[in-house]
């Protein structure tokens, strides 16, 4: 009696070793990747920037030191894309062959986004109101995920329509921030 209790036990026990082991293997099958982004003339760090997996939905962004983390990173062969707005885009190729923390640092170079003069004029906030649902359309265009996108701090835009060119202007003497909670982003436009 007692040699089959003891059997059963380590039969059991045998069965638990043997399943546990296949899902401690899934477990193990990403990677997290961690670095700073710095700007490449001065070496002063980023904040907000963008660093993500192509083709994916897995991204991070910097915070006020520049530092980033991107965890549960499938292993393998990526494109990893680095954006701010007034830098340069980066495309890195990366490869993850095993699960374990890999440190990824960049430097962007700016790259100054210019806009040309325009006049403002004073508008009534009906006006101002449709303006800006125009300039949102026109904004987020007609992407699937638009109605995720917001821009925080509308106040800071101003609109300007020349009727008889038909060109439409929107500016800001300050950034201003917008916000996609479904692409998990937050960014700044200078």
Not at 11 to 19: E, V
Not at 174 to 188: C, D, H, M, S, V
Request: charged share 25%; glycine share 4%; proline share 6%.
């Amino acid at each position: 009696m007692i040699k089959k209790l003891a059997a059963l036990i380590l039969t059991w026990l045998l069965m638990g070793i043997f399943i546990a082991a296949p899902v401690r293997a899934q477990s193990d099958s990403s990677a997290t990747l961690v670095g700073q982004v710095k700007d490449a003339e001065t070496g002063s760090p980023l904040a907000s920037v963008n660093i993500f997996l192509a083709n994916t939905m897995r991204g991070a962004v910097s915070n006020d030191s520049g530092f980033y983390a991107l965890p549960q990173v499938p292993l393998g062969t990526h494109e990893l894309l680095v954006s701010l707005i007034g830098y340069k885009p980066r495309k890195y190729m990366i490869r993850l062959p095993a699960p374990s923390e890999a440190r990824i640092d960049f430097k962007l170079e700016a790259k100054p986004v210019e806009l040309p003069a325009v006049n403002i004029v004073a508008m009534s906030q009906r006006e101002w109101k449709k303006n800006l649902k125009r300039f949102e359309k026109w904004f987020w265009g007609d992407v699937y995920n638009a109605a995720e996108c917001k821009i925080l701090n509308p106040e800071v835009l101003e609109f300007e329509v020349k009727k008889a060119s038909r060109i439409f202007y929107a500016t800001a003497d300050q950034p201003f921030e917008i916000e996609n909670k479904t692409l998990g982003y937050r960014a700044e436009i200078f």
